[in-house]
């Protein structure tokens, strides 16, 4: 039995997307679909997760496709989470037609054994009450990542606050950071977001990158620029799952570290985003990452003016 | 007499700036203003403009404290340009208000015969017929970069791609790389702007800060981030400036010597903003712009997981 390194707890969809381009049915979606398929590349993940007795086994087979370990997901009675949505033009905007919670309401995960010694953790977006459960199971973590959204801030603040204090890395985006901290000023919020416990604040930017906050400094991820982007759903979940892959295979979590894993999980996403679903991630492979990897290094480096001398 | 060896063109104006803050009457502004500035921290630039009879002495007592050569600079009959200008809150937006030509309307400057043979030259965003008239003047410059805007785009399309065919480096913003090459995607854009002849695109994105493309690859430089924005105004031009003051000092123009231009412009320009027109400027020193530097390029730093090794 697999014991994996990395366990990573979020929804399981069914997604149906329109974009300007395209409209899409019956996609696999959900934050652990996208984040373990992502992490795969790095570590093999243990999924925490829940289905309805509809859910197609295609989709349990692309699981295995992408080495995930499964003991921690549960089929239950009743319909898989599912998600409709519309990206207007550009992309730029997307409206929630209907989302559908199904099994997904009454989920309260008992961990597999295998999983409770995971040094890794990636806590996806879902209510932080079952964040906190799912987190107090896990025994002496190394390395914890959570994920919010708006809806939590906005109705259950006091249980996301716990959560906040009692994990490694926060990650948000934009608009969320400035909700929870009631601060325009990014930097401002960071400051806030890092007084609430964390060691490590993630701020999401979308198609602008993201910014990585600690007490000692900042750092600045772009993007990597693509093209074609073809359905942005999962973006964040995708670039925090290789992120939090990339860790778990160096098995540190230093800032130096996290800023690689920062470009890799960029790298990830860029790919993610250019098909719809995980389809663009099943025809991934290490040396296409690596080589996006080299180029978005170069497109982020600058040689020093002169090297730097030492004084004899 | 001198001869500087950066010669930049672009209008004076007198500003009224509203912000959700502060209003502010009679600043001293124009795109020429705030770039000579700026590029007087790297190489002191010749200045070519235009002002009334109105234009305070405190204005010109300020160029010269910036070093800033004047031989270029006319003062007509008449009234000086002036743009009064109101940001909407968080800054996000700006709104004209009254934009009044004055002296620059009629504008059509002989340059005197010390900045003939000026190496660099910045044609900051005015008429692109002006730009020509001024850049035919100049012998054999060796480096020209062009700014512009979406008026230009709309109303002088045919001569403003004359100019884009004889500079170097365009530079403009997101949404006016999308309006004159009508493709949304910003890459696509890019690469039809460097079709138009210079070997150097540059994007503004204000806060996301900058892309520079050419034929061999892309840089993303992030703007230095800064708390307290207090009037964004003549940022594009404060940072196209110490850009160009950059390249000026080390009498160089390829790509790497670029890169290291946009992290001292996006620093000069990050002062800036922190206060209304050249006052942050003013106050700033060569210490203050390398402390930036350094803070900006480890934000910027990826350390590369091991180091390269030669095979053998």
Known sequence: MSHPSLVIVGSIGIDHIETPKL????LLGGSVSYACAAASFF???????V???DFPD???ELYHSFDVDLQGLQRAEGQTFSWTGVYEENMDNRRTLETVLGVFESFEPTLPDAYLSAPFVFLGNMHPGLQLHVLSQIESPKFVLADTMDLWINITRSELLDVIRKVNMLTLNESEARLLTD?????????ALLKMGPEFVLIK????GSMLFSETGMFIQPAFPVENVEDPTGAGDTFAGALMGYLTRTNACDEAEIRRAMVHGSVVASFGV???SLEALEALTTPHIQKRVDGLLSMMHVDLPCPHTVAT
């Open 205 to 208: 930017k979308g198609e602008h």
């Open 51 to 53: 289905v309805g007795e």
């Open 23 to 26: 409209k899409k049915e019956n």
């Open 274 to 276: 250019q098909a719809f």
């Open 58 to 60: 295609k989709f349990m």
């Open 43 to 49: 570590s093999p993940p243990g999924m925490v997760g």
């Open 183 to 191: 601060s325009h000023n990014l930097l401002d919020a960071a400051k």
